[in-house]
C-alpha cells in the first residue's frame, strides 16, 4: 500500500491509513521507480526494502 514519510531527526517514520500494523516498508520498489527521496546532497536515495523475507524472484537470475 502506498504510504507517508516523514523524516525526524534521524529516522523515517512511516504511516498508512490503510496499514494499521505494518510490519514493512518498501521504497522505489517498482520496474519504474520515481523516487522523492533525497540526501542533502540532491542525491535520490536507492531502492530498498526493510523486510528479509525472500521474494519470488529472488535467487533465480
Known amino acids: 500500500m502506498p504510504a507517508q514519510a516523514q523524516i525526524e531527526g534521524n529516522t523515517m517514520v512511516v504511516w498508512s491509513e490503510k496499514v494499521k500494523q505494518p510490519v514493512a516498508v518498501r ?19 536507492s531502492p530498498f526494502r526493510t523486510e528479509k523475507w525472500r521474494t519470488p524472484t529472488q535467487g533465480k537470475n
Open 27 to 45: 521504497l522505489g520498489w517498482s520496474i519504474s521507480p520515481e523516487p522523492n527521496l533525497y540526501n542533502a546532497a540532491g542525491l535520490p536515495a
